[in-house]
Each structure stands twice: as structure tokens, then as C-alpha cells.
């Protein structure tokens, strides 16, 4: 599958992400996506990436593939597109004969539980963790009721505001009983640090 490898983006299965691509070899792996399976891999870019942007910065090998759901060519050439997270991905090698890197994968199956709702009180944890961070972030967060335990799970590591090395991380948990976990020890520990930085201004 075509591969699209970007610094800050981590996509999740069963996630829209909505993306605009401008550089030239991407709007050649976004034409050709559209003319065959309409999908594309996404990946981070490994710490030092800047140094070979053009060419082939090391990438972390899991990744998720999405399928086009919407495209809109615009006018100087280029895409808006909407991505589905489908399913992740790990990358077994890579071939060099397009201007976008093509990348041979192999599904990593998610451990997704038959039932909608699995999670019970780690939900309503994790619930109430972004409830704090609405809070403190004055930031209006409304998670709906009928939204399933992986959806909830897996829009929250992908919107929340963490470090993309930390999405990252939370995408290659094992399922989504791991991934929720994850997520709360990553939002205790913000909430830790916040109330301790505000602690630190007060007292001084």
C-alpha cells in the first residue's frame, strides 16, 4: 500500500481523520489511490526526520491504513480528503519505483471484544479524566452517549492533545483494553503535573 508518513499525525482504526495534501508526490499517491482501493497508510516519521524530508526519513513500522471516504481536487492541484481508519499495519519492506514510498504490510489484529461496551468502570474513568482536561482547558468536550467503548477509545488517542510519540505509543498497545489504560496513566499523569505547576505559581 501507498504509505503517507507525516511528523505529527497518528491515524487510529475506526477514526475519520480529515487531511489537505499539497506536495506533489502525494497528490500523485492520493490520484492513484482513487483510481484503485482508495487506500493509504499512515505512519510517523522518527526523530530526526528533518534531515531527509525529500527522501526517506525513518518511519516507525506499525502504522494504520484508511480508506478515502470523501476527496475534493482543488483548484492549484491539490486534495482535501477525509481518511476511515480500517485496520493497523505492520511494514514488512519497502519498494522505491514511485515518486511516494509503497510499503509491503501485514494486518496486526486488534484484540476488539464482541460486545459495544466492555471497559465498565474504566470508562467512566476515562470519562471523567476528560472531563478534567475540559476543565482546565476551557475547552468545550461533549462525548456521546452512544458512542462504542474502541470509537470513544480511539478518538480520544487520536484528538486529545498528546505528543505524537505518545499517540504513537497508544496506537501499538494491544487492543483496546491496553489502549484505554494507556490513556488514563498518560491523562493521571497531565493532571498531576498541572496541579503541581499550579501549586508551584501559587506558592510563589
Given at each position: 500500500i501507498p504509505i503517507f508518513p507525516l511528523?505529527?499525525?497518528?491515524l487510529f482504526p475506526h477514526v475519520c481523520l480529515p487531511l489537505h495534501i499539497f506536495e506533489p508526490r502525494y497528490r500523485e499517491m492520493?490520484?492513484?489511490a482513487l483510481k484503485n482501493d482508495r487506500i493509504i497508510g499512515m505512519v510517523l516519521l522518527r526523530a530526526g526526520w528533518e534531515?531527509?524530508?525529500?527522501g526517506r526519513p525513518p518511519i516507525y513500522n506499525i502504522g494504520c491504513a484508511g480508506l478515502i471516504s470523501h476527496s475534493e481536487r482543488l483548484q492549484d492541484g491539490g486534495f482535501n480528503i477525509v481518511l476511515h481508519g480500517l485496520e493497523k499495519f505492520r511494514i514488512r519492506g519497502e519498494r522505491g519505483d514511485r515518486p511516494y514510498r509503497i510499503a509491503a504490510v501485514e494486518t496486526v489484529a486488534e484484540d476488539l471484544p464482541a460486545p459495544v461496551r466492555v471497559l465498565g468502570p474504566v470508562r467512566q474513568r476515562?470519562?471523567?479524566l476528560v472531563g478534567h482536561l475540559a476543565e482546565r482547558t476551557r475547552s468545550?468536550?461533549?462525548?456521546p452517549t452512544?458512542?462504542?467503548?474502541?470509537?470513544?477509545?480511539?478518538?480520544?488517542a487520536q484528538y486529545l492533545p498528546l505528543d505524537p510519540v505518545e499517540k504513537q505509543a497508544l496506537l501499538e498497545r494491544d487492543g483496546i483494553l491496553d489502549r484505554a489504560g494507556s490513556l488514563?496513566?498518560?491523562?493521571e499523569m497531565r493532571a498531576i503535573l498541572h496541579k503541581a505547576c499550579h501549586m508551584t505559581s501559587f506558592c510563589q
Open positions: 511528523p505529527t499525525v497518528v492520493v490520484q492513484d534531515s531527509d524530508y525529500e476515562l470519562e471523567a468545550d468536550v461533549r462525548i452512544a458512542i462504542s467503548d474502541h470509537e470513544l477509545v480511539n478518538t480520544l488514563i496513566e498518560l491523562l
